[in-house]
């Protein structure tokens, strides 16, 4: 592997004209200033082959994804991104996949305006491990924090679920196949769109807001925790994607509930503000669903449409607690 | 594995309070401020068992060692640490090897002022993966860039090369055992101290600076490519350290001019400061050696005691030139 060098891979794959405010990749640090009033928003997610992604995941959807997902942490602070970096590790050189790679990651980079300014190539034994990081700014008090949340807030969800966990559950062979519902859903599996804007403009706004990416009701419930609420969540108000329309009640609940990889906002707000974030919906073509209310105490509760409480026993995705060699 | 949660991982062995103004662990998004009048200087270096640390490495060393690397990289931008995030992917959840990994890592984290504020674990089928980001700020136009040095400049190295190199050396048994040398050289290796005060203090008086990871002949190369110069380097100049005085002459020299892992800083300044450089190194306690003069053109010579020419054909370290397998 002669001419492959660490350095031809970064200036090659990684390397892009920097904006130009700032010093992109091929010093010992990017260099970047923040606006003035802003704070900076950071987030790192690692992923790893076999585990976050099938070992013949399209290299171009895989890039987009690795991206879209630790963007989907700036939206959920309603933070604008700034730049972004990449660590990779590798078990072979294989230019056809970095190109398709690369591609993906660069086109999502530049549609959110987050270019890759550092990061490091190396060598694995065994599988890819990808660990991005996310640089935002967002204006100093307008922070979505998940401890920001306050008794009589709404509780809404930004898009549909269900979507992308529907698709894995199909692509595993978990459920019968199903072409046709694989193609009305795969597309949530494999490109997520980070809720940039609307975070953006919620920021400000909204009170406290989390990403949905192992579950609603996990993600949902940290902000709970964090900020010493309880819940009530309708469920029939919750955005159901359409593929999901003539499943099984309960295999349709737990999707709802506890489907991961959704990359949605569920925030909370002021009822004061419900109108105008229904605009705000709108205007950008991102649908808005308000899904319950915040009360006092600790309890999520999920109501059916009588009013009645669904048993939940559910819970998302947690790492280190599932079985070796799951997909999440 | 019923209660190693990822969420509880994150919590026993990471979680930390933050200082004031920042928000840390727990949300989408570490939130924090920069000083006025500074920009952003980020970094991110991905570790992999196997590869850049053997398998039976001391988790405490390994935890230091990771952030220390990073950390070198602020310092040779003259930054000041201000947070970093870690991503950890583990093979199966140790509990002794978190709490020695963590108690390094926090130990020189809170010795750096450089708290983790985020992160992500999660399980891979192979050896540990970790990727480190370092957040830091520089002042504006203070930052030592590679591209800043001129013709003319004196080259500067810190401390002192090649222990690490040697000790690697010798771990590996690519060199008889020598007990002694060992122990004279081990901590070079396994514990670098980062020069973040000495690269703060450069700041604003040095034009250029790099680290020296890969070798100084590589790393210091990258300046005078960035900065279109050549240089004289004076290899009796080079502070070789004190374990290295009666080896063979050609495996010393290597050892100095390509040996890995020093985390020097190797940085370029106007003769007009030499004194003050060399007032700074005392008043810091660390060494600094004048080793060479920045000239016009684009070659690296390395020059002996008699002004001759030393023929070098030594390349530094490259992950994806080496043969497999290999520690660096």
Not at 69 to 80: E, I, K, P
Not at 250 to 278: K, N
Not at 296 to 306: C, E, H, I, N, W
Request: hydrophobic share 45%.
């Amino acid at each position: 592997m002669q001419a492959d060098g660490e350095f031809d891979l970064i200036a090659r794959y990684f390397k892009r004209p920097s904006p130009g405010r700032m010093l992109g990749v091929g010093d010992d640090c990017a260099l970047m200033p923040l606006s003035a009033g802003c704070e900076l928003a950071v987030s790192t997610d690692m992923l790893v082959e076999g585990r976050h992604f099938l070992t013949d995941a399209d290299p171009e959807s895989l890039g987009h994804k690795a991206l879209a997902v630790n963007l989907s942490d700036l939206a959920a602070m309603g933070a604008r991104p700034l730049a972004c970096t990449l660590a990779l590790s590798l078990p072979v050189v294989n230019h056809a996949w970095l190109e398709a790679f690369s591609a993906g990651f660069h086109a999502l980079a530049r549609e959110s305006q987050c270019p890759l300014v550092g990061g490091d190539t190396t060598r694995s034994e065994s599988g890819v491990v990808l660990s991005i990081t996310v640089l935002g700014e967002v204006r100093r008090t307008h922070a979505l924090r998940r401890d920001a949340a306050r008794v009589g807030d709404d509780v809404w969800v930004s898009g549909t679920l269900g979507a992308a966990d529907l698709a894995l559950r199909l692509v595993l062979g978990r459920l019968p196949p199903d072409p046709e519902r694989l193609r009305a859903t795969r597309p949530a599996l494999d490109r997520p769109t980070p809720r940039l804007k609307l975070g953006r403009y919620l920021a400000g706004v909204a009170h406290a807001a989390i990403d949905v990416s192992d579950g609603l009701l996990q993600d949902f419930g940290h902000i709970l925790k964090a900020s010493h609420c309880g819940a009530d969540l309708w469920l029939d108000a919750l955005p159901a994607h359409p593929a999901l329309a003539d499943l099984d009640e309960s295999l349709r609940r737990e999707i709802l509930l506890a489907g991961g990889d959704a990359y949605e906002l569920c925030f909370t707000a002021r009822p004061l503000w419900r109108e105008q974030i229904e605009v705000l919906g709108r205007q950008l073509g991102v649908p808005v669903a308000r899904v319950g209310t915040l009360v006092r105490g600790q309890d999520l509760r999920v109501l059916d449409g009588a009013g009645q409480v669904v048993p939940v026993a559910y819970r998302g995705f947690d790492h280190f607690s599932e079985p070796c060699g799951d997909i999440a």
